[in-house]
């Protein structure tokens, strides 16, 4: 009986360790603000009316709207994020790189 009682405490505490590692992993944004500046693929049509839209970074799908004020970037093109409105990032067109 005491055997199952250690056995459970161990298995609690590999748990335990494991989640606050994954908590601590920095290679994913957890939270929108952690991802201002970044660049993604949007997904599909921004509609800040409608408040539809959403981008792809690093993997993740995120809820998104157009950046008041700039132009609306379309599906397939590459965005930055430049704010956050509620639990919708802001985005807006990123700049070609001119070489």
């Not at 609690?12 to 994954?22: D, I, K, N, T």
């Not at 704010?83 to 802001?90: A, S």
Request: no cysteine; net charge negative.
């Amino acid at each position: 009986m005491q055997y199952a009682l250690i056995i459970g405490i161990v298995f609690l505490l590999a748990a335990l360790l494991y989640a606050l590692a994954l908590r601590k992993r920095k290679d994913a944004p957890g939270q929108p603000g952690d991802i201002l500046g970044a660049e993604g693929i949007i997904t599909t049509p921004l509609d800040g009316e409608a408040r539809t839209g959403s981008i792809r970074i690093d993997g993740m799908e995120w809820k998104a709207l157009p950046a008041p004020g700039k132009p609306v970037p379309e599906p397939g093109t590459v965005a930055r994020v430049t704010g956050i409105d509620g639990n919708r990032l802001l985005v807006e067109p990123a700049e070609e790189d001119m070489v």
